[in-house]
């Protein structure tokens, strides 16, 4: 079975920085792609960052240059290095796995079918 579990949520303010970590358990990260969705109240969920098996990795536009997706395959676990946070960057973060193919410029892969609970994240200005 397989279990996600997310932690590093909090409240900053604009500027400051956060790092998600993302426990995987029942999969394993080495062979498919890991990746950081976010949903915002009353918006969709949309990716973030995504890493796949070869460590190349794909970020949404709003995020290119502040956020940085890594994983430790020995550690299984999959990480977020959030830098410059801003207003809208708040929001609901979910880590996923699966599938094994980059979406360019989208932050996710094909065919993620796992997710975690979620860890909230609060940027205020």
């Known amino acids: 079975q397989v279990q996600l579990v997310e932690s590093g949520g909090g409240s900053v303010q604009a500027g400051g920085s956060l790092r998600l970590s993302c426990a995987a358990s029942g999969v394993s990260l080495r062979r498919y792609c890991g990746a950081w969705f976010r949903q915002a109240p009353g918006k969709e969920r949309e990716g973030v960052a995504a890493v796949d098996d070869y460590g190349s990795t794909s970020y949404t536009d709003a995020v290119k240059g502040r956020f940085t997706i890594s994983k430790d395959n020995d550690k299984n676990t999959l990480y977020l290095q959030m830098n410059n946070l801003k207003p809208e960057d708040s929001g609901m973060y979910y880590c996923?796995?699966?599938?094994?193919?980059?979406?360019?410029?989208?932050?996710?892969?094909?065919?993620?079918?796992?997710w975690g609970k979620g860890t909230l994240v609060t940027i205020s200005s």
């Open positions: 996923a796995t699966g599938g094994d193919t980059l979406v360019p410029d989208r932050g996710s892969c094909y065919g993620m079918d796992d």
